[in-house]
């Protein structure tokens, strides 16, 4: 009876030392990924870039070239909150990886949907994290961002989704040199996802007013100088809007800059 009463203590002695170890981690992450919108130092982001089919041989490379310039139109657009600051985001490419598949990106409605899609998500990341020997501790947040060669001439596909306030983003994009602008104003938009902003568009894709706006206040109102990262669109007319062409367009509205700490 003794035996059979101090092994049930030693069993339930580390389950609560795991339960304990487990809320600690959690609160280490939670402490982390609130740090970043602090802005006390700069944070580091992994790009990851996978690739699926045979895209254009000189749209990767330029791909990782540019990210550079939207580091520094990102570094532009904070400092037109935070005068004279330093450049706050780094933004480090990796890779390309081959992959077969793309990522699991329909989070589903239910708490249990949305716990499958997490599981399937962390199975997916991780494997390619192992074969591009990406040091996930080193990175703030990661977007993995997987290319695909255009199914047509006449439009590029680009899609993305993210943990709001998470680590991990995921776009996917038709890439060619043409797009290569596009497919970092996607970066940057699930990018700024993980840091805690959110959606500038409506149900039907249309930029909503007047947070959805670089510039709700110019006069005249139209066309805008630019497109407001997380409405997507380059507001021209009441009813007309285009994608960005250039990371010269992208700009950080006000209401987005306060939800990822740049101003109270």
């Known amino acids: 009876m003794f035996r059979r009463g101090g092994f049930y203590r030693v069993r339930v002695s580390i389950l609560l030392t795991l339960l ?127 290319a695909e060669p255009p199914q047509s001439s006449s439009a590029s596909h680009v899609e993305g989704f993210s943990e709001e306030g998470g680590r991990i983003g995921v776009t996917h994009v038709e890439l060619d040199a043409t797009t290569v602008d596009l497919a970092l104003f996607v970066v940057a938009h699930e990018l700024l996802h993980t840091l805690g902003a959110s959606d500038k568009y409506d149900a039907t894709g249309r930029t909503r007013f007047p947070e959805g706006l670089p510039e709700p206040e110019r006069s005249p109102l139209f066309p805008q100088p630019g497109a407001e990262v997380m409405a997507r669109n380059r507001v021209i007319s009441a009813t007309d809007e285009r ?18 700490g740049w101003v109270d």
Not at 118 to 135: E, G, H, N, P
């Open 20 to 146: 304990a170890v487990v809320c600690l981690w959690a609160c280490y992450d939670v402490r982390a990924r609130k740090a970043r919108t602090e802005w006390a130092q700069p944070i580091r982001v992994g790009l990851v870039l996978l690739e699926r089919g045979n895209v254009e041989p000189k749209a990767l490379p330029a791909l990782i070239s540019r990210a550079v310039a939207l580091e520094e139109r990102l570094a532009e657009e904070y400092a037109r909150y935070q005068p004279g600051a330093p450049r706050m985001i780094e933004i480090v490419p990796i890779g390309p990886v081959r992959v077969e598949s793309l990522p699991p990106n329909d989070p589903g409605e239910t708490f249990f949907e949305r716990v499958v899609h997490a599981y399937r998500l962390w199975r997916y990341t991780a494997a390619v994290d192992r074969a591009a020997s990406v040091s996930t501790h080193r990175f703030d947040s990661r977007i993995y961002l997987v």
């Open 243 to 260: 994608p960005p062409e250039s990371l010269s367009e992208l700009f950080v509205g006000r209401t987005t800059a306060q939800e990822i």
